[in-house]
C-alpha cells in the first residue's frame, strides 16, 4: 500500500513539474512577442527611493525604485515606475523605456 502512495505522490510531483515548465515556456513567448510590438523612447530617472530590506540570513541590504519620465509618439508625457534591485541610478539618468503603442501607460525598462 505504501509503495503505491509513493508512486502516486512522485507522478503528481511529475505533472506539476511539467506544467510549471510549459507554463514558463508560454510566458517567455508571450514577453518576446509583446517586446516586438513595444515602441522604444528615451526616457529620465526623475527620483529613486530605497528600501532597507533584511535577508533569510539576516544581513540587511537596499533596494533601490526609480520613477521614470519619456515621451511617447504621440508627444504626450508618460511616466512609471520599476524596482531596479541593488542598482542606483541617479536622477537625471537616460534610460530606455519600452511602452505599448496603443496604451503608453504600459511600460518598463530593461536594467
Do not use: H
Not at 523612447?41 to 525604485?65: E, F, P
Not at 541593488?86 to 534610460?95: D, N
Amino acid at each position: 500500500m505504501g509503495f503505491i502512495i509513493l508512486m502516486i505522490i512522485i507522478t503528481i510531483i511529475i505533472l506539476l513539474l511539467l506544467n510549471a515548465n510549459s507554463y514558463n515556456s508560454y510566458q517567455i513567448r508571450r514577453i518576446s512577442y509583446t517586446r516586438q510590438r513595444d515602441k522604444q523612447a528615451t526616457g529620465k530617472v526623475t527620483s529613486l527611493d530605497s528600501t532597507r530590506r533584511t535577508g533569510q540570513y539576516g544581513r540587511s541590504y537596499i533596494t533601490y525604485t526609480i520613477t521614470y519620465s519619456f515621451k511617447a509618439e504621440d508627444e504626450k508625457t508618460y511616466t512609471g515606475r520599476q524596482s531596479v534591485g541593488s542598482r542606483k541610478l541617479a536622477v537625471g539618468t537616460s534610460v530606455t523605456v519600452y511602452y505599448s503603442p496603443s496604451n503608453p501607460n504600459q511600460n518598463r525598462i530593461n536594467y
